[in-house]
């Protein structure tokens, strides 16, 4: 089964600077997604980025972009020039793209984030 | 709006009733899938449908939980003879599988307080 671990509940960072959170996951099937998805307080959760585990360039959306290193199992998010509104709780989510394998989203525990004016 | 909806977003209810919860997906999305989300936890899968057919289930969804999606568009997740344990707030994600691609994308959820 694939698991997926962040291991910083909380983090925070000052308004304009750059954060990264981290991400490992566990698998060992050769064909997946990774994603991480946004979850602001009391609002719904949103894709923030995805990244093919067969793409070797590193995704990028604007002022968010990842470091996906697949040997290590390693897919860490990093936010630059960060906002008040980037302030969530932000999560790390596998998908197993191999025939017949399990197509649902296996997430981690989360980071929250807070951003400080 | 035009994302995915569920209703009702609220729902307390007392221990050994029956809940049903609704979802709407994006228009045309093929995919449907259901989450449960507890405090201070991420999403575990519940159970997903292609169309009208029900794919998989997790091993976490008991005897009392059924899920339908009859046409292939909106679908329900009931629970019948509420616990205590089950208080958790209840997320429906739809996707358009099409040539082995997707994203889910998220509805606000249902937050379900059993008493």
């Known amino acids: 089964a694939q698991t997926v671990t962040q291991s910083q509940p909380e983090m925070s960072v000052q308004e304009a600077e750059t954060v990264t959170l981290s991400c490992t996951y566990d698998t060992s099937e050769n064909n997946y997604y990774l994603f991480w998805y946004k979850q602001p307080p009391s609002r719904q959760m949103i894709l923030v980025i995805r990244?093919?585990?067969?793409?070797?360039q590193n995704a990028t959306e604007n002022r968010f972009s990842v470091n996906f290193q697949k040997a290590a199992k390693s897919f860490s998010l990093k936010i630059s020039d960060s906002q008040l509104g980037d302030t969530a709780m932000y999560f790390c989510?596998?998908?197993?793209?191999?025939?017949?394998?399990?197509?649902?989203?296996?997430f981690g525990k989360g980071t929250k984030l807070t951003v400080n004016p | 709006d035009t994302g995915v909806s569920q209703n009702p977003r609220h729902k307390i209810t007392k221990r050994g009733q029956n809940v049903t919860f609704r979802c709407d997906p994006i228009s045309e999305h093929n995919r449907l899938y259901w989450y449960r989300q507890t405090l201070g936890q991420g999403p575990e899968f519940l159970t997903y449908?292609?169309?009208?057919?029900?794919?998989?289930k997790s091993r976490l969804l008991s005897d009392r939980f059924s899920a339908e999606r009859p046409k292939g568009s909106f679908s329900t997740l009931e629970i019948q003879r509420t616990e205590q344990g089950d208080s958790a707030m209840y997320l429906c994600a739809s996707s358009l599988f099409y040539r082995g691609q997707e994203t889910q994308y998220f509805g606000p959820g249902t937050r379900l307080l059993v008493l």
């Open positions: 990244q093919e585990a067969y793409k070797q």
């Open positions: 449908f292609q169309n009208e057919a029900q794919l998989e």
């Open positions: 989510a596998f998908m197993d793209r191999t025939q017949g394998g399990s197509e649902k989203l296996v």
